[in-house]
């Protein structure tokens, strides 16, 4: 046992992953290397044999006994015929038990070829061989080969691009920039946490719950200013994470959803925990779509990075089948994003500067995406410059230093009613970034709708958004970041006719900050104040 016919046998599983030799993503495919008397067998049980002495010339030194490309899996370790008998079985009862797929033994006997050594893979369903390579002695055994054959893997990589799904898909995120992503861990993509483990620079971050996951990559795409990366499986897993994906939707941050799907030849029939994807999640994502081709994962990527960071960023959701994720393609991948960053017109700049020239109680309001630190530098710059009230819109009070005597609080749950009342009595508004939302308005009552009583100036970078509730003066199509630096090129008054106006607001919010008397020997807001 743990040989046929005094030759020693090789677990392999997967066929990207046969010990760096059978490595089909960077070209040194058995049937090739082999050449003479080689056999190469499709997926889903069957067998590739590859003579060893075919093989030494292309791969590099190994000997007789393979021991330079990958260690052997002798007669000690429990191996028979590249199925494990005790440990193995387990894992595939428990396969059947836990995921529904029918693995079968998928066993087949090696057989000797003339004068030659013989590797033998066998090629397991795709859950069987992915609960396999997290053996941790088979996944030993992999790394040790893919490390000794890197020289001559390197040497040919740029000769096929022939990769499975998840590997496909985990280089573009590579290409994109990506650096971390957050799941949950479900058994219909498996083979997109392959890629992701391969990747050797995306940091995999393991979450409890999917709803975490959702907000922790749009946490990070908010403290980033990256595209935030979530992956979860269907059913269950969406519906947890949808109150991420709302968030990201209502906060402008850009997000990339991954969704696992049942396979492809049981769409629409109801399958286990499957979900009508588009319809249910239109209504508050960017865009949705479904991967069914796997040399179609570059172009799908592609889409989804230029819609979540364009115009008024949020998130998207792309649906993966599981069988499309571990089909092989040869596909050329696609470049990183490329976005147009919109900059004001000089025409309304020149409005701009007209509007707050005549100005006597103006106030400035600042949220919405896209922000950076430099962002917040020139646009304190500004205020500093003007002597300008600014209030920061809902959940947006870092976007400006509130030690500033510029700051005059924060338009959200629970403003202030000196503030709300600043805003409702300010002769021009002057926002930038946000979309005046619910919470920043005090419930849509300190603007009148869509005529707002106030001068408005409102930019943001999605033409769409201006006007959807309120009529701007001046309307601006501009980033935050484009805007901020054009902001550099006006001109501040001598002596700006709102500087009591300023003092006085000012005022009201640090009376706010002040700890309220309450009974007791101890004041916890004096405590933390």
């Known amino acids: 046992e743990g040989a046929v016919d005094g030759q020693e046998v090789v677990l392999a599983v997967e066929l990207d ?7 089909q993503r960077h070209g040194i495919i ?32 190994g000997g007789r006994d393979a021991g330079g490309i990958v260690e052997r899996i002798g007669e000690g370790d429990g191996l028979v015929g590249g199925v494990a008998d005790d440990e193995g079985d387990a894992l595939l009862r428990e ?17 000797e070829r003339p004068s030659n050594r013989l590797i033998t893979a066998f090629f397991l369903t795709p859950c069987v061989s992915h609960t396999l390579t997290r053996s941790a002695k088979v996944r030993r055994h992999i790394q040790i080969g893919r490390e000794r054959a890197e020289p001559t893997i390197r040497g040919r990589e740029h000769e096929t691009m022939t990769r499975h799904g998840g590997q496909i898909l985990a280089d573009q995120l590579v290409i994109q ?45 908010k403290a980033t200013g990256e595209t935030g990366i979530c992956f979860v499986t269907r059913g269950p897993g969406l519906a947890n994470a949808m109150a991420g994906l709302h968030i990201a939707h209502q906060d402008s941050s850009p997000m990339i959803l991954f969704l696992g799907l049942p396979a492809s030849d049981t769409e629409d029939r109801e399958a286990f925990q499957e979900v009508e994807t588009k319809s249910l999640l239109g209504t ?21 990075f230029h819609v979540a960071r364009s115009g008024r960023p949020g998130p998207v959701v792309l649906g993966l089948p599981e069988d499309m994720l571990a089909a092989s393609a040869d596909v050329e991948d696609a ?29 400035m309001i600042v949220g919405g995406p896209g922000w950076s630190e430099d962002t917040r530098g020139r646009v ?54 946000s979309r005046l939302g619910e919470m920043t308005t005090n419930g849509y009552t300190l603007i009148d709708i869509p005529n707002p009583k106030q001068k408005l100036i409102h930019v943001h970078p999605n033409g769409d958004e201006l006007g959807s509730v309120y009529r701007a003066d001046v309307p601006v199509i501009a980033s935050a970041e484009t805007f901020s630096k ?25 009376k706010t900050k002040a700890p309220a008397d309450l009974p007791g020997d101890v004041h916890m807001g004096k405590v933390i104040g």
Not at 488 to 508: I, L, V
């Open 380 to 433: 304190q710059d500004f205020a500093r410059r003007f002597d300008m009230p600014v209030v920061a819109s809902f959940r947006c009070q870092d976007y400006f230093d509130n030690s500033l005597d510029q700051y005059v609080g924060h338009a959200g749950v629970g403003m202030d009613p000196t503030l709300a009342s600043a805003i409702k009595d300010a002769d021009v508004l002057f926002v930038v970034g």
């Open 177 to 221: 920039g990506v650096r971390a992503a957050f799941t949950v861990p479900g058994e219909s993509f498996l083979a997109a946490l392959d890629g992701l483990h391969d990747s050797g620079s995306i940091q995999t971050i393991i979450c409890r719950q999917e709803g975490g996951a959702a907000m922790m990559a749009d946490a990070w795409a």
């Open 17 to 23: 992953a046969v010990a760096g030799i059978v490595k």
């Open 95 to 111: 396969c059947r038990g836990g995921c529904g797929h029918d693995t079968g033994e998928k066993r087949q006997q090696t057989r």
């Open 284 to 304: 508050f994502v960017k865009w949705v779509g479904v991967i069914r081709d796997t040399k179609r994962i570059p172009e799908y990527i592609s889409r989804a």
């Open 335 to 363: 470049r990183p994003v490329s976005l147009i960053d919109p900059e004001p017109a000089p025409a309304s700049l020149d409005q701009i500067q007209s509007a707050l020239g005549d100005a006597k109680q103006p106030v």
């Open 30 to 61: 058995a049937g090739e290397a082999a050449g003479e008397g080689c056999e190469r067998a499709a997926h889903g049980g069957k067998r590739e044999v590859v003579g060893l002495d075919d093989v030494e010339a292309d791969v590099g030194e």
């Open 486 to 510: 054009a902001l550099e090129t006006m001109q501040a008054p001598a002596s700006p006719a709102w500087g009591a106006w300023r003092e006085e607001r000012r005022a009201n919010y640090l």
